[in-house]
């Protein structure tokens, strides 16, 4: 299979932009110097920009997927006193859970369904909790909650707030200062549109405050921020990709910025959703990302048909869900290199395989 003959429209990998792939194509350099540190440095500096996050925050980077960015802040900030609250949504949210139950965190599992958790304070167990962990968008049925909420109520109840912000990164509005977010976990290969293997965790004061010392070697966060002072890592870091990095958030900005990029999401994600009203499909929830849209078929075909059919006959690559939903739910990424135009191939295919003219 040529990944070049088809249209991409997974929620990550995503399509990726000519000039991110030239720097992944040059020779990977030597890093354990200044110009390699003045790289990560640059990096580390546009990612606390891009969330306005809170003077004196810092950016941990990771070579490893997003889950060890989510399992390493669970590891270094949270311990047997603490009583974790952690929204359970889907597949990611039952993924921070799992990784409290792995470390022994004492944690409170809180299943959520059709909300977005605007009225967290009255639906949250009356329990005294020290921390609440959350996917801000659960990529598994593309349900977006309400972050400021959610801040507020772990603001008022004096809780460690930490953001799994992976998958709406750079397509979503996403502000620490203002949602009082302690702790985002970022990686490289959703919005921001680069190859799976980089993981960024950004800690404000408060989360830097409260590090531990942990059973671990390579996820020890202290001694990735004593390396960082000089622009180094512990260990040899994703070079290429952080090379990358650094040229897509440099892309960024000569695109007018962050405030840009979501807006480019969002005028995408609209432009699909407004294009596709005539066919018999309908949106899973009422909380969609600008990262992503997730359909059911209404006229009583089976979603994983509708995968299978875009990608055999017409090279369109969206994404089932799995286990009970296979049937019922599929995804379509706005994440990545998208336009209007790129997302009329989607359209346009969806319309041929239901046999509907586009009007
Ligand atoms: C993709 C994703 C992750 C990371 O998964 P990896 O496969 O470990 O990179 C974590 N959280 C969310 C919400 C995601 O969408």
Do not use: W
């Not at 959520?112 to 304070?121: A, H, Y």
């Not at 966060?221 to 990709?241: M, S």
């Amino acid at each position: 299979m040529i990944y070049e003959d088809y249209a991409i429209f997974t929620p990550g990998p995503v399509k990726m932009s000519e000039e991110i792939l030239q720097v992944g194509a040059k020779q990977t350099p030597y890093f354990r110097n200044s110009e390699f540190s003045d790289v990560t440095f640059a990096c580390e500096n546009d990612l606390l920009e891009m969330v306005n996050a809170p003077e004196g925050s810092k950016v941990i980077f990771l070579t490893a997927s997003g889950t060890a960015g989510m399992e390493s802040a669970v590891m270094n900030l949270l311990n047997k006193t603490d009583n974790a609250l952690v929204v359970n949504g889907g597949g990611f949210g039952q993924r921070f859970v799992d990784i409290c139950a792995t470390h022994a965190i004492p944690h409170t599992n809180f299943k959520v369904k059709n909300t977005n958790l605007t009225d967290i304070e009255s639906l949250a167990p009356n329990e005294t909790y020290t921390a609440l962990v959350v996917n801000a968008h659960e990529t598994s049925v593309g349900h977006l909650y309400n972050l400021d909420a959610m801040g507020d109520y772990a603001t008022k109840n004096d809780m460690l707030y930490i953001v799994d912000a992976i998958s709406m990164f750079v397509t979503d509005p996403l502000d620490m200062q203002q949602s009082n977010i302690d702790v985002v976990i970022a990686s490289s290969q959703k919005g921001l549109a680069l190859p799976p293997g980089l993981t960024m965790v950004i800690l404000a004061p408060k989360a830097i405050n409260k590090l531990q010392n942990i059973n671990s070697l390579y996820f020890n966060f202290k001694d990735y921020l004593t390396n960082g002072e000089r622009g180094q890592t512990p260990y040899t870091p994703a070079v290429t990709i952080m090379l990358q990095l650094e040229a897509r958030l440099n892309q960024i900005k000569k695109r007018g910025g962050i405030a840009n990029s979501i807006a480019n999401a969002k005028e995408v994600a609209d432009y699909f959703r407004e294009s596709i009203k005539a066919l018999p499909l309908k949106e899973y929830t009422p909380y969609m990302p600008n990262a992503m849209t997730t359909l059911t078929p209404t006229d009583g075909k089976s979603a994983m048909d509708v995968v299978n059919s875009l990608e055999e006959n017409y090279k369109v690559m969206v994404c089932p869900n799995g286990g009970a939903e296979r049937d019922s739910v599929f995804r379509v990424s706005h994440m990545g290199e998208m336009t209007k135009e790129y997302t009329d191939i989607l359209i346009n295919a969806l319309h041929d395989y239901y046999g509907v003219a586009r009007i």
